[in-house]
């Protein structure tokens, strides 16, 4: 896997990890092609260097989803990423916070949204609806009581496909660990005592919507308890019922570009889910353009599934997104370094946009997106 980037804090979160948690951050479906395809999608496109202009400031604020962020970077929503270390994620939220960009609260958070709401970040609810819609209108109640304003609609999970590694290691696929994944949890001491500091760990943002007792228990429950029947009457009930900023992500073509748009949602996330559903499929960064130019500037668009570069960033932006999402470089850096980690994978990021931003002759990110193909070399 091209880690780019955030090389070194991945083969660091590596060896930390059991190996159970290691292969969830790195697998994909099936063969992982699409998982590949997301980062060598990247390697056709280049920055073309421009000389002679004033690149004495460089400003990456970013305007998307109704929100003002000092980086075009937004930290995904990541299930379980409380199990990757004991910072869980609360520190991920204070290292986004401390940089000035969003967070997405994953439906299977660790820590429950009225936690992360605490801190005081930015963040927004991503939500699965579940068969029993009372679940779901109890999730978009909680959501409103502490405060957030914006929540994520994944919609490209209407079934759990087979990830190998997950199977070979029984993750959602057994209620209760094995001798085996015992042993192989105990066999990483550091991992295990930073996480028991505070007491056995529950899949905390949905606790109360089942009655099991373990992280393992929880996740099968609640992973089968995703409606597949869910369609556009569905979106269009939800934007009924949530009044604030509502995004859908999981969408790759400009024909479900357009109904969303026309069930009137804030924005979009162009996303494979990193290479964890469908397989093969496109790169995210190759349907892009065509769902840009569908939709105009009626909805913000961010694209997600295999930024691991400064420059994968630039590209996205000239391509047409307003933003990028991150998924595993952040959650690599929590699990081998915390909050700490987290906050330097967000600034080797900011400092390589900068960097591909300045020696292009681009000053801001309104003009990376005016000069759109223009600031690109396509091999």
């Known amino acids: 896997m091209d880690d780019g980037a955030f090389a070194a804090a991945a083969r660091k979160a590596r060896r930390r990890l059991p190996r159970l948690f290691a292969d969830y951050i790195d697998g994909g479906a099936h063969g992982e092609r699409t998982m590949a395809r997301n980062r060598s999608s990247f390697a056709q496109w280049g920055v073309v260097p421009r000389a002679l202009r004033d690149v004495s400031t460089v400003d990456l604020t970013t305007r998307c989803f109704n929100r003002t962020w000092k980086l075009p970077v937004f930290l995904a929503p990541v299930g379980f990423a409380g199990m990757f270390h004991h910072h869980g994620e609360c520190g991920a939220a204070h290292a986004a916070g401390s940089r000035g960009v969003g967070m997405g609260i994953s439906t299977f958070s660790i820590a429950p949204m009225e936690t992360l709401a605490a801190t005081g970040v930015d963040v927004m609810a991503q939500i699965y609806v579940l068969r029993d819609r009372a679940l779901t209108r109890d999730m978009l109640a909680r959501a409103r009581a502490c405060g957030i304003s914006g929540i994520i609609l994944t919609v490209d999970t209407a079934i759990t496909p087979v990830r190998e590694r997950d199977v070979r290691n029984g993750f959602r696929h057994l209620s209760r660990p094995t001798l085996w994944q015992m042993a192989s949890l105990l066999n990483h001491p550091a991992w295990v ?49 949530w009044s604030g900023t509502l995004v859908v992500k999981g969408v790759m073509t400009p024909e479900d570009a357009l109904r969303a748009a026309d069930a009137g949602v804030d924005g979009l996330v162009v996303s494979n889910h990193g290479g964890r559903q469908m397989d093969p499929a496109p790169a995210t960064l190759d349907v892009l353009p065509g769902i840009a130019a569908a939709v105009g500037e009626r909805v913000d668009i961010m694209l997600d599934s295999g930024i691991r570069r400064g420059g994968d960033v630039v590209t996205a932006l000239a391509l047409g997104a307003h933003a990028v999402s991150i998924g595993r470089p952040w959650v690599w850096g929590l699990a081998a370094g915390g909050a700490t980690g987290v906050a330097a994978a967000i600034d080797t990021l900011a400092q390589e946009i900068r960097d591909v931003m300045a020696l292009a002759g681009l000053c801001d990110i309104q003009s990376v997106r005016a000069a759109g193909r223009t600031a690109l070399w396509r091999f």
């Open 193 to 241: 005592a930073g996480l028991m500091r505070g007491g056995m760990p529950v899949v905390g943002n949905v606790d109360a919507y089942t009655t099991a007792r373990n992280v393992m228990g929880q996740a099968r429950d609640i992973a089968a308890r995703i409606d597949p029947t869910l369609g556009w009457d569905d979106l269009a009930w939800l934007r009924e019922n």
